[in-house]
């Protein structure tokens, strides 16, 4: 609870105050009220940067989860070749999101990148437009986590008894049937959790847009996380960079208690009671 207290919740206070105040980073701040909030919220670009981050947030998660639990699936049997493939699939996790964001730029380069050489013109485009620069950065950003989701469904199936599996096929269910009927159920809070991730994780992409595009062209991929830093460190209004700051926390917080009640994990019951 100290360290909570010490690296969480004071911070919080220390955000929530320099939101009421104008500062540029030196001299002494000035009290303006809530002049920050009212201006944040009407100005064109940060409510701009709302709607990417939603954008970013719900496609995101719409690709990856189905993505992730089939995977996962997969990767939970025990043939010595879906091991194999397990590995490939953990290849993402061992690079930085930086890494990744310097490679797929480079990848996408119109004058130089992968696509340039392929006898393809509908391929042969700049990726990082003003039309394809948001859907491109959400496609690494699917690539990049993907695995770490896989993983966690991989977990959940491995601890779901056989015996629920062996009596549905001795009921003549189908396997389509045992997933819809036994695995997905049994892996409910599995999905809550990879849920909550990925969904309060959103709110906090940085380094893949920043890398990629900066929050270009124009503002086109400029999200919360990045319209913040560069409110703040650019801009030198840091007032108002606080104001997205606890936007970015009060969001978080709601979805991830949201998630949690709706999903009753808070009740902590078995899935297995009765087995």
Known sequence: MAFFGIFALIPLVGVVYFSMVKWNGMGTPQWVGFDNWSASLTDKTTLNAIKL???????????????????????????RYRAVLSVLYFLPLLFSSAAIGIIFKSMVDPNFGLFSHIPVRWLQQSYLSPTLALPTVMFVITWAFVPFHSLLYQAGVRQIPQTMYEAAMIDGASPWKQFWSITIPQLKYTIVTSSTLQLVGALT????????????????????????????????????????SVILAVVGLTLSLTLNKLSGTGKMESQQEGI
Request: proline share 4%; no cysteine; hydrophobic share 50%.
């Open 53 to 79: 981050s939603l954008i970013v947030m719900v496609v995101t998660w719409g690709v990856q989860t189905p993505i992730s639990l089939l995977l996962g699936v997969f990767m939970a049997g025990r043939q």
């Open 205 to 244: 992409y940085f380094d893949l847009f920043y890398v990629m595009t900066q929050g270009g062209p124009g503002d086109a991929t400029r999200i919360l996380p990045l319209h913040m830093y560069i409110t703040g460190f650019k801009s030198f209004d840091y007032g108002r960079s606080a104001v997205i």
